[in-house]
T-cell receptor, first 119, second 116 residues
Framework: GAVVSQHPSWVICKSGTSVKIECRSLDFQATTMFWYRQFPKQSLMLMATSNEGSKATYEQGVEKDKFLINHASLTLSTLTVTSAHPEDSSFYIC???????????????FGPGTRLTVL | AQKITQTQPGMFVQEKEAVTLDCTYDTSDPSYGLFWYKQPSSGEMIFLIYQGSYDQQNATEGRYSLNFQKARKSANLVISASQLGDSAMYFCAMREGPQGAQKLVFGQGTRLTINP
């Protein structure tokens, strides 16, 4: 099946610093990747849709200047949390669609997630 | 209005029993897709099963089956012969629009605990 990796798996940073999270599709090309945020004991909330070679599409209420997304290649998307604050502490998880999958071409395969803690 | 509703915050089931996790959805789009994902304590989201709105038969995948009742707008997940490793959070999700439409909307999840 399709494999998506994320790095780092966890990060602790000081308030005011920026943190970059990488999402990679390991065995397929992903023209579209998705970034989600999940607070403890809550569901996944879509933050943005990342399109290779173009600007990301952000969901309502998500600050695009705070959550910078770059999708420079067909296998890599990055999320940078700029000037992080304690309220940005959360579980960030990416996903990608494997267009090769004939039966379920729009199934999203998820990375293992990144737990961000801002002190 | 909630697009995806999972009414069971928690379920406790004895090992080897079958379990049904409820999911109802709300959409006016005739083309949509329904997904179930499992999230163990490690946090990763594991794809379990998919049902398209035009699929005539209920989807099955090993011990997982989806009880799709279109008129009632429900897409319950059935796990047969539950195992201890099935203990996890389970999320129902919907893609509105035809294949190629992008977004998934998730329900609040159900925490399933399998007792030995």
């Amino acid at each position: 099946g399709a494999v998506v990796s994320q790095h780092p798996s966890w990060v602790i940073c000081k308030s005011g610093t920026s943190v970059k999270i990488e999402c990679r599709s390991l065995d397929f090309q992903a023209t579209t990747m998705f970034w989600y945020r999940q607070f403890p004991k809550q569901s996944l909330m879509l933050m943005a849709t990342s399109n290779e070679g173009s600007k990301a599409t952000y969901e309502q209420g998500v600050e695009k200047d705070k959550f910078l997304i770059n999708h420079a290649s067909l296998t890599l998307s990055t999320l940078t949390v700029t000037s992080a604050h304690p309220e940005d502490s959360s579980f960030y998880i990416c996903s990608a669609r494997d267009y090769r999958a004939e039966q379920t071409p729009d199934t999203q395969y998820f990375g293992p997630g990144t737990r961000l803690t801002v002190l | 209005a909630q697009k995806i509703t999972q009414t069971q915050p928690g379920m406790f089931v004895q090992e080897k029993e079958a379990v049904t996790l409820d999911c109802t959805y709300d959409t006016s789009d005739p083309s949509y897709g329904l997904f179930w994902y499992k999230q163990p304590s490690s946090g990763e989201m594991i794809f379990l099963i998919y049902q398209g709105s035009y699929d005539q038969q209920n989807a099955t995948e090993g011990r997982y089956s989806l009880n799709f009742q279109k008129a009632r707008k429900s897409a319950n997940l059935v796990i047969s012969a539950s195992q201890l490793g099935d203990s996890a959070m389970y999320f129902c999700a919907m893609r509105e629009g035809p294949q190629g439409a992008q977004k998934l909307v998730f329900g609040q999840g159900t925490r399933l605990t399998i007792n030995p």
